[in-house]
């Protein structure tokens, strides 16, 4: 049956065609509304023909775009050239909104607009800013690295091209929501505190000041988790005694000699690897860690310079190191205890964790373990020492004589903490010490007591061995 036609077939070249796609052309910016008139109508047929649903006309002086779909509807959205990382936006229709108000938005948004980088863009330059940071010497590298793990870690929450300004309220609660359920609780709200900080670093440079982290719950996740708290473990004298026996087996004269500095200073770890020669002033008979200054970062927590009498003990520690340090080529000359096996670097913290837990006798951590227990749950930890200084320092005070208020004092001034509660301004203001110079006398005379309490309870121990 042959084919009857009721309706010319579509022809892109056909003369109705031609003449829209000429009336389409005729229109140049700056458009009016009788452009955008004739515009409609000859995009109507202009789709029609070429089988598509939309077209558009540009302005882009003005950071402009108008889409014509096939329907005669008409919308106005602000579009930019990438390099000026702008994220792009829909204004408004026509003829609801005149195309001069148009413009006023879309110049508006250039001048004012929410910029268009992912999260991970944001996240990279957030890492830039850290490592500047390590650069003016304002931050540790080990506190770089520690950030850049969590900085990982939130990357890792987030899509490719999940846009920075484009993150709501709802879609961070889904991140902390995910790690409440797949971290650990000390890591959930270690990210959480992670997160805001990147979001108050990043919310003025790519949404406008607008930092919808800030209004999350404070207490989101640690009301959800379970928070960590200081643990209430401890050790004795004869676990010390003990330590220090076992340790005099360790392969190294270092590993020897870092632990049994550790013991009988009670510093932290990273104060034992970061001793420098340096530090040591044999003439007065102190060590002294130095105080940060602008733009260096000291080598204490506190920034604050910290001086430590040479007791016997000590003495004898750094004359062995000495000793060594003298009679190797190749090694480092800068720090006093070096890493075994690799004597040009210095000891590293870490391996003062192994040793601890490899060389502390059976149950030497004391007190109760719970599900909140943070350190010393699998075993002995590091901080033991630093604990048993403070303990120990306040019973050898008391053994002499002084108050309980008094060993207390001494025993902060031992530990290199802050009294700022009792005396806020006394640092800008007490300089007694300097003229009377009695904190040292105190420190030696703790130290030496602290450090005979330890080596009388060691030959007991060795006598019953």
């Known amino acids: 049956m042959p084919r009857t036609v009721t309706q010319m077939q579509d022809n892109p070249n056909n003369d109705q065609f031609l003449a829209a796609s000429a009336r389409w052309e005729d229109c140049k910016p700056p458009y009016a509304s009788s452009h955008i008139r004739i515009c409609v109508t000859a995009a109507k047929i202009i789709l029609a023909h070429v089988g598509q649903a939309r077209r558009s006309k540009y302005e882009k002086d003005n950071y402009l775009r108008i889409d014509f779909s096939k329907a005669g509807k008409v919308t106005f959205y602000a579009e930019f050239p990438k390099k000026m990382g702008l994220k792009g936006k829909k204004l408004g229709e026509w003829p609801e909104m005149a195309i001069q108000i148009a413009r006023e938005k879309a110049k508006d948004i250039a001048d004012h607009g929410l910029k268009a980088e992912s999260v991970q863009q944001a996240i990279k330059e957030y890492e830039g800013d850290l490592s500047a940071k390590v650069d003016r010497q304002k931050l540790g590298e080990d506190s770089y690295k520690t950030y850049c793990t969590r900085t990982k870690q939130i990357a890792a929450a987030f899509g490719e091209r999940e846009v920075f300004s484009d993150i709501t309220y709802n879609r961070l609660l889904e991140v902390l929501d995910l790690w409440i359920e797949t971290k650990s609780n000390n890591q959930a709200l270690e990210l959480s505190a992670e997160l805001r900080r990147f979001w108050k670093f990043g919310a003025p440079r790519y949404c406008n000041g607008r930092n919808v982290a800030a209004s999350l719950p404070s207490d989101y996740i640690s009301s959800r988790v379970q928070k960590p708290t200081p643990t209430r473990l401890y050790t004795d004298i004869e676990s010390i005694a003990g330590l220090w026996l076992n340790i005099a087996a360790a392969s190294s004269v270092h590993q020897k000699n870092a632990m049994r500095y550790m013991i009988l200073t009670g510093v932290r770890p990273i104060n034992v690897g970061n001793l420098r020669w340096s530090f040591v002033n044999e003439e007065a008979g102190e060590i002294v860690y130095p105080a940060g200054v602008i733009g260096m970062r000291g080598a204490m927590k506190t920034q604050k310079e910290f001086r430590l009498p040479i007791t ?25 205890f070096l890493q075994p096996r690799d004597p040009e670097k210095p000891f590293a913290k870490r391996s003062l964790d192994k040793l601890i837990k490899t060389y502390s006798p ?4 004391k007190g109760v373990r719970h599900d909140g227990t943070v350190k010393g749950k699998e075993g002995a930890f590091n901080t033991m020492c630093r604990k048993f200084l403070k303990s120990n320092i306040i019973a050898a005070m008391r053994n002499k004589g002084h108050s309980r208020s008094d060993s207390k004092e001494i025993s902060i001034l031992c530990m290199h903490h802050s009294d700022k509660e009792s005396d806020p301004m ?40």
């Open 312 to 336: 016997p003990g000590i003495r004898q520690i750094l004359d062995e190191q000495k000793k060594w340090r003298d009679s190797v080529e190749g090694c480092n000359k800068e720090y006093v």
């Open 362 to 365: 059976e149950n030497a951590v």
């Open 426 to 465: 006394g640092e800008f203001y007490d300089f007694s010490d300097e003229i009377l110079n009695e904190e040292m006398a105190l420190k030696r005379l703790a130290f030496e007591a602290h450090e005979t309490s330890i080596l009388a309870q060691v030959a007991l121990l060795r006598k019953k061995r």
